[in-house]
């Protein structure tokens, strides 16, 4: 494992313990290999060092078989044995050699290993010298497409001089393995001529034209078969990933766009999922420069997207075969809409149906190790929603909005992504009268609908909050409530991410979030609540609870406010957190969501906003809130209302009453911290007005 390899799989909630394990790494053991310390025990002799060179001398004679069965296999044996032969040579003080450091500060000791030479020795020093000219150029590539601008390390000229130099006219004609010397020498040259085309400013147009023949060879270069992957692995240092980007770069080049479009759309029929996503999301990329261009390619992936279930009793074979004519056709019809591209543009292609009547009667869905008996199925054209998914985040929301001839189109596409989605969770035959109620499983869909209303907030941004309302929210808000959370779990936090990351605090997702209050108010689990004395049990609502008091985001250093601790224009949010707590401010995830705002926001919160609002979360009830008990939200309120009164000091009459009603109100819930701060010098002199005839 590496240094950092035991800081992997940390949360956020574990910063503590994660800075804990950082803080160990730093001791000078943990940056110790054992096989150094190994040569320094040798050298230091004594016992112990004795028994670590008996024993390291004795690698052969006691092979690190993994299972039984190796000790039969010939080549495992051979391999081992070499590998024992040369490690044994550590364990012997006769082959370490001292000589004096070049500054005189002490000695240089190295090891003269007799085993480490020969044939396979040579072979493996020339592959590692190999791995390291291409790695090089890789990881350089890579830091430079993940900062979005030229890396360190080496200037651009130097990279397609090495790049060049491994470059060969029959470069990427042979197939190899995803791991092999020759597969990462075909990807650093692609890379290189990736970031030329992507990145490069003011190249000469020798090396514009390197890069050009490089992406227009490299997408063609052929996939060995690899059990290891399948279509939806994650590829790294892939030729023809990075060639897919450099054609995008190509396609806004006149001299070059009709070759680099028409690879694209070939690339569109490639094996690897990421590599369709990566051509397609770059001709989605053109809409400023050629909208018909990134429309035609919305359209593919579309296409590609719906797709025929092939029949139960069809082989493995005959499914691939079907898929692949399925693919070859949707590219081959793009490619010929290519050569005389349709004005005006057509509609995308439409959703197939959710449901369909069962052929043969009633049908037969087993959910949850039980059976439902209906009378509907699904069709047998389907949605490849996780294709789909990939191309919605692709998707150039605001070059879209902005294409007065496609937008309109695009919207009536929208519609149908939602209409679709609703009506597979909650079909419209289930609501029929007299039909029995149909429960969709929790798990259907899961990823496609936070994807899809992700994308669909996106939208939003760029509509009247009332007719984004109309078309995205109201649809599901008839849903049921769990259908509804499900779905606009991910559109509210969306919402207000946008509200912290924007420069200058946009309106219409502030609007839109308090259009949607009323439907979050109406959900069940509020009334749930009062019958289990808990906090809310639903985990999307409690998560759109805490986006719409903003604090579902902290320490979120490159947001504009809120999540970065810049609280300057918390007074815009106040009339959206204020219909909450006046409807649900005892809840316990309310109340927790509201003290934590307090509390992040302590040095720019309205002092007079507060004491008003503490009535909403302390005088529904006499006595403890319901769920309040064993928590710590007595404590935190007190502590609140303790740093506000301080803060404020002196107060006025009216206020610092107000205070003092809540603080007894939490007197009265046991809080032994409020008892203490109504005797504190800030209310000493306070006094309470006697009840009026």
Known sequence: MSRTGNLIGFKPEDRRHYDAVSEGNKRKGRRLDVRWLAS?????????????????????????????????????????????????????????????????????????????????????????????????????????????????????????ERARLLDTSSLFEEAYEHVSPDHQRQGAVASVAAVALCLGQDLPLPDVGWAADVCLRAWKTPEAADSHFFSGSVLFHHPVLYASRGLAALGRRESTQQNALEALLHLAAHPYEQIVTEALGGLLSLWDKRPDIAWLALGLAVSLSIFERPPHAATSEQCKERKQRHIETAVEAALDQLEDLPEPSLPLPSMPPAWVPAPEGRGVRRRRRKEEVIEWEHPVADLNWHLLSKILTWTPVSAVMADDLRRDLFLSWCDGLVEWTIEQLYPTWSRKPGEKSFEVDSTELYEWRRELYQFLARVSLHLDPKESFRRFVEPAANTDDDTFGSLADSYVSSLACNIMDESVLPSAPLALLELIVPRLLSHRNWMQYEWNSGPLSDRELSRMVRAMFFVNVEKALGAARFANGNWADISRILPLVETLLAAQGQNPTVTSAFL??????????????????????????????????????????????????????????????????????????????????QTSEVFRDIRMPGPTA
């Open 596 to 677: 934590t705002l307090c509390e992040r926001a302590f040095d720019s919160y309205p002092m007079d906003r507060f004491v008003v609002q503490l009535p909403m979360v302390l005088s529904h009830y006499d006595g403890m809130p319901l769920g309040w008990r064993g928590t710590s939200l007595p404590a935190r309120l007190a502590g609140l209302i303790q740093r506000f009164s301080e803060k404020a000091h002196p107060m006025d009459a009216e206020m610092a009453c107000a205070l003092l009603r809540a603080l007894d109100a939490l007197v009265d819930m046991g809080d032994r911290r409020a008892a203490a701060i």
């Open 40 to 160: 320094v025990c040798i050298l230091g002799g004594g016992d112990l060092g004795s028994k670590a060179s008996a024993a390291i001398i004795k690698f052969a004679d006691d092979l690190p078989f993994d299972y039984a069965e190796e000790r039969e296999n010939s080549e495992t044996v051979q391999r081992l044995k070499r590998t024992a032969e040369i490690w044994a040579e550590v364990g012997r003080s006769t082959n370490y050699r001292v000589t004096p450091a070049e500054d005189g500060s002490g000695v240089v000791i190295q090891l003269d290993n007799p085993k480490a030479q020969g044939p396979d020795i040579d072979a493996i020093n020339q592959r590692h010298a190999e791995m390291a000219k291409h790695f090089l150029l890789l990881n350089w590539a890579h830091d430079c497409f993940g900062k979005n601008a030229l890396g360190d390390g080496l200037i651009l000229e130097q990279a397609i």
